[in-house]
């Protein structure tokens, strides 16, 4: 069976204080209510880790995830941190690849590669994002670029390595934008991404490797994305800003 994950991407928002709440919040809310095995992972800013780490308690279904790592173990690189510096501390996610990491900062398919490299030699687990822009998937191969961007940044990995991933299907055009990918366009790629592991790693790793959904999945729709037998979860953005929103797309995940 593989693992059923709702990780909430905080990006750059949340004074301290709001941090401190928001997490004790999550916290709180998810051992009243929850049941079954979804995990949680939630990914604050950098400046917060070590602090919210305190907490969640050890040995819960709430894991703590960065939002990005440096592919370098340690130099002169001004404002970066290390995938050894996030495990030193107790972060156990990192999520590498998103679309504004890509967009905005210009990293590439080779660059995530030993991003992801990094990650895994200081045991922490790469939510590795991959997704395509409206342009792409009105006019383009949509699926084939995706499965380039898998290709080019995780299929150097072994089979053994590969154990690690977590994948992050998010269509670029539903982020932000009120737009969300339908049950059946998040299934259709979803399907698509796993035959893909398929081809690479066999049937065996395929089925045990999480896919999630990240395009603007909320405390409404959740369910009946979740509910799709590839969707294994969802990666969040603006509905894990407030609690009790995301505490909801938590429990669609059961």
């Given at each position: 069976m593989r693992k059923r994950i709702v990780a909430g991407n905080w990006k750059m928002n949340k004074t301290y204080e709001e941090a401190v709440a928001l997490v004790s919040e999550v916290v709180n809310m998810v051992k009243d209510e929850v049941t079954g095995n979804t995990e949680v992972v939630l990914c604050p800013p950098f400046v917060y880790l070590t602090t919210l780490k305190q907490y969640i308690p050890a040995g819960g279904r709430i894991s703590l995830g960065a939002q990005n790592c440096h592919e370098k173990a340690s130099g002169a690189y001004t404002g970066e941190v290390a995938a050894s510096m996030l495990q030193s501390i107790g972060v156990e996610y990192v999520i590498l690849g998103h679309s504004e990491r890509r967009e905005y900062f210009g990293e590439t398919n080779a660059q995530l590669a030993a991003?992801?490299?990094?990650?895994?030699?200081?045991?922490?687990?790469?939510?590795?994002?991959?997704?395509?822009?409206?342009?792409?998937?009105?006019?383009?191969?949509?699926?084939?670029?995706?499965?380039?961007?898998?290709?080019?940044?995780?299929?150097?990995?072994?089979?053994?390595?590969?154990?690690?991933?977590?994948?992050?299907?998010?269509?670029?055009?539903?982020?932000?934008?009120?737009?969300?990918?339908?049950?059946?366009?998040?299934?259709?790629?979803?399907?698509?991404?796993?035959?893909?592991?398929?081809?690479?790693?066999?049937?065996?790793?395929?089925?045990?490797?999480?896919?999630?959904?990240?395009?603007?999945?909320?405390?409404?729709?959740?369910?009946?994305?979740?509910?799709?037998?590839?969707?294994?979860?969802?990666?969040?953005?603006?509905?894990?800003?407030?609690?009790?929103?995301?505490?909801?797309?938590?429990?669609?995940?059961?």
């Open positions: 991003k992801v490299d990094a990650a895994l030699a200081n045991g922490l687990k790469p939510i590795f994002c991959c997704g395509e822009s409206l342009d792409m998937r009105e006019n383009g191969d949509y699926i084939g670029f995706v499965k380039a961007q898998i290709t080019e940044s995780l299929f150097h990995l072994s089979a053994e390595q590969f154990a690690n991933i977590v994948i992050a299907y998010e269509p670029i055009w539903a982020i932000g934008t009120g737009l969300t990918a339908s049950s059946q366009q998040a299934q259709d790629m979803h399907l698509a991404l796993r035959q893909h592991l398929a081809s690479q790693y066999g049937e065996e790793v395929a089925q045990n490797t999480s896919i999630l959904y990240g395009g603007s999945a909320n405390a409404q729709n959740a369910a009946e994305l979740f509910s799709q037998p590839d969707v294994d979860g969802g990666l969040i953005g603006g509905a894990s800003l407030k609690s009790r929103d995301f505490t909801t797309v938590v429990k669609a995940n059961n």
